[in-house]
T-cell receptor, first 111, second 117 residues
Framework: DAKTTQPPSMDCAEGRAANLPCNHS???????VYWYRQIHSQGPQYIIH???NNETNEMASLIITEDRKSSTLILPHATLRDTAVYYC????????????FGAGTTVTVRA | GAVVSQHPSRVICKSGTSVKIECRSL??????MFWYRQFPKQSLMLMAT?????????EQGVEKDKFLINHASLTLSTLTVTSAHPEDSSFYIC?????????????FGSGTRLTVV
């Protein structure tokens, strides 16, 4: 699976959009970009994933650059409950192989 | 949606005893279960992969005789920490892959906080 690079931490004001960047310059054509988050002392939670098109669901939007070397997860209106560690993971999506976690970005939403 | 139920959520045990952690897939069949360990302020580290009806596959450096994994049915996988020591104190999380759109996603258990005293 391709390596990803994320900033170690970021702060966000409650009610504002949070934009979380992820670099994956070695991504290959059949690898998807997945985002998970882990709230303190809980199991990770799936947020969104995409291949090359931008995706949106009830939790977030995923913007993938045209060259697919980077992406941004957008939480449109951050709340205090969005405080968590966010993991960007790149992997082939068509198999059920193991999921490897990097260090992620610790997002702190402040009132 | 598909849920993996993990129990217990928290356990304290004495050094030298064994602890069993269960993960059950609800409303779907989990032929594969991944087991992770997470130390404070660190990321999740994969320990082993269990497959229903076959032996588990352990990651390098993980003692298979210490961390016994059983995947006896399509809805239950267990991790037993044998002869636990304080250094085994950690957060243990299970995860099952499942079909999601055109590919695979993963659903996680809520985790088990193990404290060995």
């Amino acid at each position: 699976d391709a390596k990803t690079t994320q900033p170690p931490s970021m702060d966000c004001a409650e009610g504002r959009a949070a934009n979380l960047p992820c670099n994956h310059s070695t991504i290959s054509g059949n690898e998807y970009v997945y985002w998970y988050r882990q709230i303190h002392s809980q199991g990770p939670q799936y947020i969104i994933h995409g291949l090359k098109n931008n995706e949106t669901n009830e939790m977030a939007s995923l913007i993938i650059t045209e060259d697919r070397k980077s992406s941004t997860l957008i939480l449109p209106h951050a709340t205090l409950r969005d405080t968590a560690v966010y993991y960007c993971i790149v992997r082939v999506g068509t198999n059920d192989y193991k999921l490897s976690f990097g260090a992620g970005t610790t997002v702190t939403v402040r009132a | 949606g598909a849920v993996v139920s993990q129990h217990p959520s928290r356990v304290i045990c004495k050094s030298g005893t064994s602890v069993k952690i269960e993960c059950r897939s609800l409303d779907f069949q989990a032929t594969t279960m991944f087991w992770y360990r997470q130390f404070p302020k660190q990321s999740l580290m994969l320990m082993a992969t269990s497959n229903e009806g076959s032996k588990a596959t352990y990651e390098q450096g993980v003692e298979k005789d210490k961390f016994l994994i059983n995947h006896a049915s399509l809805t239950l996988s267990t991790l037993t920490v044998t002869s636990a020591h304080p250094e085994d104190s950690s957060f243990y999380i299970c995860s099952a892959p499942l079909r999601q759109g055109g590919g695979y996603g993963y659903t996680f258990g809520s985790g088990t906080r193990l404290t060995v005293v």
